[in-house]
């Protein structure tokens, strides 16, 4: 069973970081760059799928926004906690936001969204973005890496592929586990000071 999951992470894990870092994708990034130690996929190709995902999800959402203002999926945006922050954030620090953004836990999304609302150029929103997008890649990636590095280190260098796999699933079930009550809890804490 191991082994056909093993080879499914080598056929379609690339496509997965990419599809991970489309929205909020730490944890794809850090699990692509954990394979990466792991001599799955080499590094390099994670940082490429990382950056790609991350670039095309905030330009995805900077359209959406900036095309589609009065669709019912970004008004529902527009209501989303955090909101008129990431907007009051935009409008003052324009260059600062955009590529800062991502690294702010549940404001990227509507971050995104509130940058196609701005007045920001286009242009000046892809450069930006393409800066914070490749920073924001290989910073992730090359924490799973040493991630990596370090539980080899801790566990030992005669790990299983299948121990490997599994320790690999577990880390990003914890980092899924942690990423969704650091956001529950900053959405909680944006609701409160809303109201």
Not at 16 to 38: D, K, N, P, R, T
Not at 113 to 118: K, P
């Amino acid at each position: 069973m191991t082994e056909i999951i093993h080879r499914l992470i080598e056929h379609y894990g690339l496509i997965a970081v990419f599809l991970g870092c489309v929205a909020e994708g730490e944890s794809a990034a850090i699990l692509g760059g954990f394979f990466a130690h792991q001599n799955v996929f080499a590094l390099w190709h994670v940082f490429l799928a990382a950056f790609a995902g991350a670039f095309a999800g905030d330009t995805m959402f900077f359209i959406l926004g900036r095309s589609f203002a009065d669709h019912p999926y970004v008004v529902r945006f527009r209501r989303r906690p955090g909101f008129r922050r990431a907007y009051r954030l935009l409008r003052t620090h324009p260059n600062i936001f955009v590529l800062s953004n991502r690294y702010i836990y549940g404001l990227r999304l509507v971050g995104g969204v509130a940058a196609g609302l701005s007045n920001i150029a286009a242009p000046r929103f892809v450069i930006l973005n393409a800066i914070s997008s490749a920073v924001w890649a290989i910073l992730f990636a090359t924490l799973g890496y040493v991630f990596g590095l370090g539980a080899e280190h801790i566990v030992g260098q005669t790990l299983a592929r299948h121990e490997r796999l599994l320790m690999a699933l577990a880390i990003g079930v914890a980092v899924i586990v942690v990423a969704v009550l650091v956001s529950r809890r900053g959405a909680k804490k944006e609701r409160a000071r809303e109201n």
